[in-house]
């Protein structure tokens, strides 16, 4: 597609239940960040894939929270019995370069998908 | 570890007045350092980044940021806001990690005035 596209754009789930997020990346991009935006806080690295490399999780905050990716193509994250504090707004990224920002890479960011835990 | 600080969590600007967004960085090394902008309802976008060279940098949009080593900072300029310029602003530098993820400050809301 023209960009990075994410569904669902709005979630609301009760607590304990899981969620599944989706992000399509752009075609032909390698490379696919997701991070969390809480509520006043800056944005916060979760985990990324390169290719079929294995994926940097170094950002996950819980074993609750898991992503997969096939090849090149759309990625999942998935919380695991969400809890209040998992509520925020979960953006994905991709990007063509092979070694992303510091390669010169833009990243391009989906709107979102804003997640509400009651 | 590498660090972004915002000191300005909300900044307010009337129309046609200039503007300033500071941004401070923690790191080792050189930077890679940059700026996107969140409108409401939309994804972020890339505003400038700064590599290497000349410490000015050019982005779109009108704006304009100056990378000063010795204050370590990247703080962004624009000569005359817009209303349409109405946004959040977050300055970001790349980690550490060998998988050059992007560290982000917590963002700079900024409101402008009639």
């Known amino acids: 597609g023209a960009g990075v596209s994410q569904s669902p754009s709005n979630k609301v789930t009760e607590k304990g239940k899981d969620v599944e997020l989706r992000c399509d990346p752009i075609s032909g991009h390698t490379a696919l960040y997701w991070y969390r935006q809480r509520l006043g806080q800056g944005l916060e690295f979760l985990i990324y894939?390169?290719?079929?490399?294995?994926?940097?999780k170094s950002g996950l905050p819980s074993d609750r929270f898991s992503a997969e990716r096939t090849g090149e193509s759309v990625s999942t994250l998935t919380i695991q019995r969400t809890q209040q504090e998992d509520s925020a707004v979960y953006l994905c990224?991709?990007?063509?370069?092979?070694?992303?920002?510091?390669?010169?890479?833009?990243?391009?960011f989906g709107e979102g998908s804003r997640l509400t835990v009651l | 570890a590498q660090s972004v600080t915002q000191p300005d969590i909300h900044i307010t600007v009337s129309e046609g007045a200039s503007l300033e967004l500071r941004c401070n960085y923690s790191?080792?090394?050189?930077?890679?350092l940059f700026w996107y902008v969140q409108s409401p309802g939309q994804g972020l976008q890339l505003l400038l980044k700064?590599?290497?060279?000349?410490?000015l940098v050019q982005g779109i949009k009108g704006f304009e940021a100056e990378f000063k080593r010795s204050q370590s900072s990247f703080n962004l300029r624009k000569p005359s806001v817009h209303w349409s310029d109405a946004a959040e602003y977050f300055c970001a530098v790349v980690g550490d990690s060998g998988y050059s993820t992007l560290t982000f400050g917590k963002g700079t809301m900024l409101l402008v005035s009639p």
């Open positions: 700064y590599f290497s060279g000349d410490t």
């Open positions: 990224a991709s990007t063509l370069s092979v070694g992303g920002p510091r390669s010169g890479g833009e990243l391009f």
């Open positions: 790191y080792g090394a050189t930077p890679y």
């Open positions: 894939f390169q290719g079929n490399s294995a994926p940097d």
